[in-house]
């Protein structure tokens, strides 16, 4: 079965202390990795897709990478304003388009 | 640009009433999903549809409707709510279905249902 876990459920961190979010996946077939950012009271924002192992991609203080069974969000000297829920979700190859499946968020604090 | 727009964005019944969620999308996207968000089970679909006049059930589809007459609104309904309902509901817009999957969130309607 599809699946999709995310830990830490939650993490506190000094502004500046660097950490990393991970997402666990069980899929059949890898097509796509997604991490999103949700504000409170807020739709999630997509932030990056990685495709195949070995990837990666940056935003600012972000970078995800992906291997066949995780992906990690680095979250490099964080501010106040990186705050917020990082959602993980996967698609698998030969599933229709409604198989996007969320991981249950790690939700990030930073304490100035 | 507004992107992806619910209404309303709370809302509160009793047991057995009725109501029904507006989303509407100026991105002129294709797809248009519902998602129900709760505490530690993640976003979860509901309905999606693939263009004006289709609609098809997604992991979570009993006790709601939904209806996709104009490629911009997608209306998601409730005929006899229920506690269990209660929820953080979310439309989604994508351009290409099955694609990259980068999906836009509106900002979600919070339903209480007493």
């Known amino acids: 079965e599809d699946q999709v876990t995310q830990s830490p459920e939650a993490l506190r961190l000094q502004e500046g202390e660097s950490s990393s979010l991970n997402c666990s996946y069980t899929?059949?077939?890898?097509?796509?990795l997604f991490w999103y950012r949700q504000d409170p009271g807020k739709g999630p924002e997509f932030l990056f897709t990685?495709?195949?192992a070995g990837e990666e991609k940056e935003k600012e203080r972000l970078k995800a990478t992906l291997t066949k069974k995780e992906s990690f969000l680095h979250i490099t000297a964080p501010k106040p304003e990186d705050s917020a829920t990082y959602l993980c979700?996967?698609?698998?190859?030969?599933?229709?388009?409604?198989?996007?499946?969320f991981g249950p968020g790690t939700s990030l604090s930073v304490i100035p | 640009n507004a992107g992806v727009t619910q209404t309303p964005k709370f809302r509160v019944l009793k047991t057995g009433q009725s109501m029904t969620l507006l989303c509407a999308q100026d991105?002129?996207?294709?797809?248009m999903y519902w998602y129900r968000q709760d505490p530690g089970m993640g976003l979860r679909l509901i309905h999606y549809?693939?263009?004006?006049?289709?609609?098809a059930k997604g992991e979570v589809p009993d006790g709601y409707n939904v209806s996709r007459l104009k490629k911009q609104n997608f209306l998601l309904g409730l005929e006899s709510a229920a506690p269990s309902q209660t929820s953080v509901y979310f439309c989604?817009?994508?351009?290409?279905?099955?694609?990259?999957?980068?999906?836009?969130f509106g900002e979600g309607s919070r339903l209480t249902v007493l």
């Open positions: 989604a817009s994508s351009y290409e279905a099955g694609g990259p999957g980068e999906l836009f």
């Open positions: 899929v059949s077939g890898l097509r796509g």
């Open positions: 990685l495709y195949s």
């Open positions: 979700a996967v698609q698998a190859w030969g599933t229709s388009y409604d198989k996007v499946i």
């Open positions: 991105m002129n996207h294709e797809y």
């Open positions: 549809s693939v263009g004006e006049g289709t609609t």
